[in-house]
């Protein structure tokens, strides 16, 4: 079960309105918050400023990541978090993007992420892809600990 | 004291202890004529070589003057008797050169004189020993003409310091120096001044003592200031003890394949930086594509993304017309689509570079007819068969079946059901693929362009497509080096055909 929100990690806009609708349309859907680029994902992550206040800005359970992000990409934040202490490292990476490119799917898998996910071309095939997510994440998948003692 | 040895040695006597064993030995050898003269240079002995070498019988020499062995030209310089004070001087003399036998014919001799002395250091004679080296001479006279004639190359002999010692007519010809110019100069003349500096020269003696041989290519400069590229070799000459006693050198003048060389060169390095400015360019391009399609790919999600939330929420509000406008957004949104991601393939294609490997031609047609979707029976039968492998990338050649699938089943004639049938062939080594299907055909003049990027023969009611189906088989076929090609008439249908080498 999910015990914090989703973090989408996401910089156009229009992609962001349709996969949130996509996931608003499914029954008991999950919180998502929305960042725009590598550098905030970073600072949202480490609860630096200005998200040092973890009762606004909750700990995700899942990140779904963008490639291609203003400022740090997101193989650049993959990165980042796979170094962090444990806990924060095991943080599971779902990969959301327009490449189908190899060579960014074995970068991704290389640096860490959990799964990769092209983002469909048609809004049927996204309505889709939200449902299919919402039943492995939410349903099958046991999330760790993020906490480094445990 | 000539008399012991001007008779036959006795017919008995025994052992080499005997006294007269010299004797017998000197009597015994024939290629050398030795023979004793007294101190005034009477012939006082006489052995079987002498004879034969001279041709005088014993009789008839003994007691003549050594100087009838002479040429007129020696006597008139008192050549018998110079030779023969210096032997009682010094002990002995050594001399090659003509001498004249009995009939007046002249050979060529080595003549070592000794003194012969009493116990009281007195002269009592002189022993000669001469040797005929006729023929030696001439073979060493051919092969000294044959030198001396060779033009194309330059023959030189130096000291073990590298002075000249001779020079050939090549010599001459190639570096311009008369013989009297150069002889007793030192090589190091031929060379640049840059490389006489880096002691080149010494090095090249160097080299040739030490290995046996020098062999090398490089500028060298003729008696007018001139440069020519020169092939040259060095060989040391050592006399019979193994000392050095100079070096032979041969020079070839290669200006003209250095030109040819140096042209070919600057062509090869000419194409070289066209290919790798070309290879940029391409690279440029591929990425410049790629970037394109891609970021095409964001506002092309959204316009089909909203256009069916508008669908989804705002279908009933819209009246008939509204409908079809929607309609055709997202229908031109899917074709936009379609083309982005041919597009694509047909960049991914490109610029696949991994190692090609055993494919099973069964594996990429049941690849290919996942990718079709249902199909109403009867419409593609397959006749491979099983185990067939080739070379090439497994998903790329299931793509190119699809694609030419997908052709033969859209271009279909009007009120006909497509039919497509697969069938193969294998000879030298190449397995050709065969894909027949029964449609419209193509005229002979489009069957070239039909493999062209966005080349499409048919308006967009009649046929969809982006027309770049046949491009990405084509360079496909062309990565996985095989070839593709099409036989059709118009009306009759056509065959698409793709070969692979065997696996």
């Given amino acids: 079960m999910l015990s914090g929100p989703v973090l989408l990690v996401e910089d156009d806009p229009s992609d962001f309105r349709l996969i949130q609708r996509a996931f608003n349309k499914l029954p008991n859907g999950f919180e998502i918050l929305r960042l725009t680029n590598g550098d905030d994902a970073v600072a949202y992550l480490s609860g630096d400023d200005p998200y040092e206040n973890r009762a606004a800005h909750p700990m995700p359970s899942l990140v779904l990541l963008d490639l291609k992000l203003p400022r740090r990409s997101g193989f650049e934040v993959l990165q980042w978090l796979r170094r962090q202490p444990a806990g924060l490292c095991r943080m599971p990476v779902v990969v959301l993007t327009s490449s189908r490119h190899t060579a960014d799917i074995n970068r991704a898998y290389d640096l860490g992420a959990n799964s990769y996910l092209v983002k469909p071309e048609t809004g049927g095939q996204l309505d889709n892809l939200a449902s299919e997510f919402r039943s492995y994440w939410l349903r099958l998948n046991e999330f760790p600990s993020f906490q480094a003692a445990l | ?503």
């Avoid at chain 2, 002479?70 to 032997?87: G, K």
Wanted: aromatic share 8%.
């Fill in chain 2, 1 to 503: 004291m000539a008399e012991p040895l001007l008779a036959k040695p006795a017919a008995l006597s025994a052992g080499l202890e005997s006294p007269d064993v010299f004797r017998r030995l000197v009597y015994s050898v024939s290629d050398y004529a030795i023979f004793l003269l007294d101190p005034k240079g009477n012939v006082a002995s006489w052995n079987p070589g002498a004879e034969k070498l001279k041709a005088y019988k014993a009789e008839e020499i003994i007691g003549k003057h050594f100087s009838v062995f002479y040429t007129p030209a020696a006597l008139a310089i008192d050549r018998p008797n110079y030779e023969l004070r210096v032997a009682a001087e010094t002990g002995h003399f050594e001399d090659e050169g003509w001498r004249v036998r009995k009939d007046g014919s002249r050979f060529w001799s080595s003549i070592v004189i000794t003194r012969v002395l009493d116990d009281g250091g007195r002269i009592i004679g002189f022993g000669q020993i001469t040797r005929d080296l006729t023929e030696l001479r001439e073979s060493d006279l051919r092969y000294r003409l044959l030198i001396e004639g060779v033009a194309d190359y330059a023959i030189f002999s130096m000291d073990s310091h590298g002075n000249i010692t001779s020079w050939n007519t090549g010599a001459e010809r190639i570096k311009g120096y008369k013989p009297e110019e150069i002889v007793g100069k030192h090589f190091s003349t031929f060379y640049t001044e840059e490389d006489r500096k880096a002691g080149l020269p010494e090095h090249v003696l160097r080299t040739a003592e030490q290995t046996g041989h020098f062999t090398g290519e490089g500028w060298r400069v003729r008696k007018n200031g001139s440069r020519f590229w020169a092939s040259v070799v060095v060989t040391p000459l050592r006399d019979e003890e193994g000392n050095l006693c100079g070096f032979s050198k041969v020079t070839r003048d290669m200006s003209d394949r250095k030109a040819l060389l140096d042209q070919l060169q600057q062509h090869a390095h000419e194409l070289e930086l066209r290919v790798r400015e070309r290879d940029e360019s391409n690279a440029e391009l591929e990425a410049f594509a790629y970037s394109v399609s891609h970021d095409l790919r964001a506002p092309l999600r959204a316009i089909s993304g909203f256009a069916e939330a508008l669908h989804d929420e705002y279908r009933d509000r819209l009246d008939e017309v509204g409908r079809d406008y929607l309609n055709e957004v997202t229908s031109a949104a899917g074709r936009l689509n379609t083309l982005v991601q041919d597009l694509l393939e047909y960049g991914r294609v490109g610029r696949i570079n991994m190692p090609l490997a055993s494919v099973s031609v069964e594996t990429a047609i049941n690849g290919a007819r996942r990718q079709l979707g249902e199909l109403p029976p009867g419409t593609l039968s397959v006749a491979v068969p099983a185990g067939l492998q080739v070379r090439g990338y497994p998903q790329v050649l299931a793509q190119v079946i699809f694609n030419l699938l997908a052709n033969g089943l859209k271009f279909h004639k009007p009120h006909a059901a497509p039919k497509v049938d697969i069938s193969v062939e294998t000879r030298n080594g190449m397995v050709r693929l065969n894909i027949r299907d029964n449609g419209i055909g193509i005229a002979p003049e489009h069957q070239e362009r039909i493999w062209n990027v966005f080349e499409r023969l048919h308006d967009r009611e009649s046929y969809v497509g982006t027309g770049i189906g046949l491009a990405i088989v084509k360079r496909a076929m062309s990565r996985m080096n095989g070839s593709c090609g099409v036989d059709s008439k118009p009306g009759e249908g056509s065959t698409f055909w793709i070969e692979l080498p065997c696996a």
